[in-house]
């Protein structure tokens, strides 16, 4: 079983979009996380919710909304040529942005759960210890949350690879570009070539299967853990 | 002397408003009593830097100045030691672990760590994780991790809540002895008089939010004018030193001014100074030296201050030389007695329950 030039390039592109994803979600969603996990009131239970709003909210709702926000004539669109030179709308820069507002909760949900659960008293003793703010972080709420982050970036990258209303709204079917695993399926089956759908569909199980796996099986090894 | 100033005022929304404006010594042991929800440990987090207090205020340790106005050092800058009452050691780390973490933090080194870890007994604990240590060996652990950030001032937050007495024995032995062998001072919030007479020099007396009255254990202790005398477990604290041991009847003789009292033996030296505490309820009072008494402690004294009200018991101050005892009487067998400031009378001593001496106890 060997995979064709185009079936390598879309799965290229469908690991570099989960994985840019990914590193972005993490650095985005772990500040809104912590001020999530920490505030009350009536603005964080907005964010919370427009947040949460990609979970139930059918994806080519979102990539349509993203779709004419990217359109050359918005101020979006506009800025975005100004700045880079390229167009905005049916590129990969598109691609990850709408990946990562459509993964978000995938990665925030966990870590607000999990940052909520870390013991106020745990950073008290930090912090009279000599640690500060971003020290207290990396000293106690990561290695305490570390299964969370795990499950989050997880979670982050296997949406982002099984996502395709989005991308099929905002991408369009670009090879090389914009054309990812789950578009490249949809095409196979279009145009009935059902054995190189099998392979792709195939290979999508076992990968996610295999991800799964191994997120259940890093379970309960630490029990100190606040998160396993 | 170097002292800590402290002016906070602090109200987080609810009802509750602390406010505190004294000095105390910055050294020794200074107890910070009174009944829960009475504002001891969020004084302890402002001072630490946990809490942050109105923009009006000063905390100041000898010249070290904590807070000042709106300029409010962070928690992480002031080198407070802080055991909580639950300990909080860090689960994802060893015993070990929890001290380096200290230590590496550190901008002074006034603690080597061994040395530490063998005083708190805990050397053989080193590689065990905080979950698998019972109640006891963690707070051992917590005073341990405080004193590795070598801070300036320890506070301690009802330490030995969750401990069992056995357990909070050994803890205040090793305070005691911690505080006796290193310079550093300590706040330590308590509501047990009794934990309190063990280990204090100094008493601040806390109700509500303001400090009822602060001053030596000693004469706090001896005194009609505040809360302490109308509690149940309501004692005199005096101080002696050891004049004679007589083996024969396993017993110890301590000169207290100019009286001897006897008690159970202790092994100190002959001289050393030693503190007796003398529940106010197990003292009664005779005219005259009652020939023959099964009670050991009868000692002269004067009657100092009646503290009777309407009640049916009265209270006592009875001057020993400079110190002082208490006595709790029947109202109607103080009027039987006709009892009166500055009669010459003679108090029975029931009980004298020996302080400080467990330190080097097993």
């Given at each position: 079983m060997s995979l064709n030039d185009a079936e390598l390039e879309a799965i290229y592109l469908t690991i570099a979009l989960a994985s840019t994803t990914t590193v972005i979600l993490l650095l985005v969603g772990t500040p809104l996380a912590w001020w999530l996990a920490h505030r009350r009131g009536s603005l964080p239970a907005v964010i919370e919710a427009v947040v949460a709003l990609p979970l139930i909210l059918p994806p080519t709702v979102l990539g349509f909304y993203l779709l004419l926000l990217f359109a050359p004539d918005t101020a979006l669109g506009r800025g975005w040529e100004a700045l880079t030179g390229t167009r905005l709308a049916f590129s990969f820069s598109a691609l990850v942005i709408g990946s990562v507002l459509y993964s978000l909760p995938f990665v925030v949900q966990p870590l607000q759960s999990a940052f909520a659960r870390v013991p106020a008293g745990l950073m008290q003793a930090a912090a009279t210890l000599g640690a500060g703010p971003l020290d207290q972080f990396r000293s106690v709420v990561l290695p305490l949350c570390g299964r969370s982050f795990l499950v989050a970036a997880s979670l982050g990258f296997a949406h982002t690879v099984g996502e395709f209303g989005v991308v099929l709204m905002i991408g369009g079917n670009i090879p090389g570009e914009t054309q990812v695993l789950s578009i490249a399926l949809y095409d196979y089956v279009e145009s009935l070539q059902f054995d190189q759908a099998h392979r792709m569909a195939g290979a999508l199980v076992l990968f996610s299967l295999l991800l799964l796996f191994f997120l259940y099986r890093s379970d309960g090894r630490h029990n100190w853990r606040i998160d396993s | 002397m170097s002292s800590l100033a402290l002016r906070i005022d602090y109200a987080p929304g609810n009802d509750f408003r602390l406010r505190v404006d004294c000095e105390l010594p910055a050294d020794g042991v200074t107890a910070i009593y009174g009944?829960?929800?009475?504002?001891k440990s969020t004084l302890l987090d402002c001072i630490a830097g946990l809490r942050r207090p109105a923009d009006n205020g000063l905390i100041r340790l000898g010249e070290e100045t904590w807070s000042k106005g709106a300029e409010q050092l962070p928690a992480w800058q002031r080198g407070a030691g802080y055991v909580f009452n639950e300990g909080h050691l860090f689960p994802h780390l060893s015993v070990l672990g929890n001290l380096r973490y200290a230590q590496k933090r550190?901008?002074?080194?006034?603690?080597?760590l061994d040395a530490v870890a063998t005083w708190l007994e805990i050397s053989d604990l080193?590689?065990?994780?905080?979950?698998?240590?019972?109640a006891g060996q963690r707070q051992r652990v917590a005073i341990a991790r405080a004193l590795m950030s070598s801070p300036r001032l320890l506070l301690l937050d009802?330490?030995?809540?969750?401990?069992d007495a056995l357990a909070t024995r050994h803890c205040l032995g090793l305070l005691q002895r911690l505080s006796r062998e290193t310079d550093l001072p300590m706040l330590f919030v308590s509501h047990d008089i009794e934990e309190v007479s063990e280990l204090a020099d100094y008493l601040v007396l806390l109700d509500s939010g303001r400090v009822d009255t602060h001053g030596p254990l000693l004469e706090l202790c001896g005194r009609?004018?505040?809360?302490l005398a109308r509690e149940e477990k309501a004692a005199a604290i005096v101080q002696g030193t050891i004049a004679r041991h007589d083996g024969e009847y396993g017993l110890t003789e301590l000169a207290v001014e100019d009286e001897l009292m006897v008690v159970p033996s202790i092994a100190q030296d002959i001289g050393s100074t030693q503190r007796l505490r003398i529940p106010a309820r197990d003292v009664s009072i005779c005219l005259q030296r009652p020939?023959?008494?099964?009670?050991l402690n009868i000692i002269p004294v004067q009657i100092a201050q009646i503290d009777g009200g309407t009640d049916a018991r009265v209270m006592l101050r009875l001057a020993l030389g400079s110190q002082h005892l208490l006595a709790r009487l029947t109202r109607r067998s103080a009027d039987a007695l006709r009892l009166k400031v500055g009669d010459r009378v003679f108090a029975q001593v029931k009980t004298a329950a020996l302080l400080s001496t467990r330190a080097d106890g097993p």
């Open positions: - | 009944a829960s929800g009475s504002g550190s901008r002074r080194a006034a603690f080597d080193l590689a065990r994780r905080p979950q698998t240590l019972s009802e330490p030995f809540a969750n401990l009609l004018d505040n809360r020939g023959d008494s099964s009670i």
